[in-house]
């Protein structure tokens, strides 16, 4: 008989921890799932320009950074100067 109350005591534990958990996993899920529309979305004006994230990686800045040089609003010695200030 104690087997059966330990046994069905783990069971409500488990599905207690299995409803809890669904909220905040979801939500995850859908958090990653916008994170990498936003990295893959492309603009409407440009189909090849690829709209970066938020994220302050350094190799996403440099990227930027080059954009900014190809389209002629930094000029060469201000791209290298921004490229110094990002690498060290």
């Known amino acids: 008989?104690?087997?059966?109350?330990?046994?069905g005591l783990c069971l409500?534990?488990?599905?207690?921890?299995?409803?809890?958990s669904i909220k905040p996993?979801?939500?995850?899920?859908?958090?990653?799932?916008?994170?990498?529309?936003?990295?893959?979305k492309q603009t409407d004006d440009n189909p090849n320009e690829i709209n970066?994230?938020?994220e302050n990686s350094l190799s996403d800045e440099l990227l930027k950074l080059n954009d900014l040089k190809l389209k002629g609003i930094l000029t060469e010695e201000e791209?290298?100067?921004?490229?110094k200030k990002l690498l060290s």
């Open 12 to 20: 409500a534990l488990l599905i207690a921890v299995i409803y809890f």
């Open 1 to 7: 008989m104690l087997n059966y109350l330990v046994i």
């Open 52 to 54: 970066y994230s938020d």
């Open 79 to 83: 791209y290298k100067e921004a490229k």
């Open 25 to 40: 996993i979801s939500m995850g899920i859908e958090a990653r799932r916008e994170i990498n529309e936003i990295k893959v």
